[in-house]
């Protein structure tokens, strides 16, 4: 199993910039003061803006990671982004395994 590092941290190509770069959060910013606002901030960015937020698999899981852990919250944000369905099933990833099922 590949780690999961911090958003921060990921090399991301020039046409897919992570999210929360446009939010001016790294992975050196959090610590216990500002965890909350940073999920806060997270969550409002998926709500205000989901088209960029249509995330492979490797990079829903570094979206999500907050204080060392996959955060829950943020993870149940995402749901709300329309990535339409398979079989009747809503896709969570547009690539890699997805909670249809299938591997997009």
Known sequence: MVPIEPAGEISWGA????????????????????????????????KEHPEQHRHTFDALQACCYLKGAIDLATM??????????????????????CACGAWH
């Open 15 to 46: 046409d897919k910039p992570p999210c929360c770069y446009g939010m001016g959060i790294t992975g050196n910013q959090h610590d216990e003061d500002c965890i909350v606002g940073i999920r806060e901030g997270k969550i409002r960015h998926i």
């Open 76 to 97: 149940e944000a995402h749901s709300s982004v329309n990535l339409g369905t398979n079989g009747g099933v809503r896709c969570d990833v547009v690539e890699g395994p």
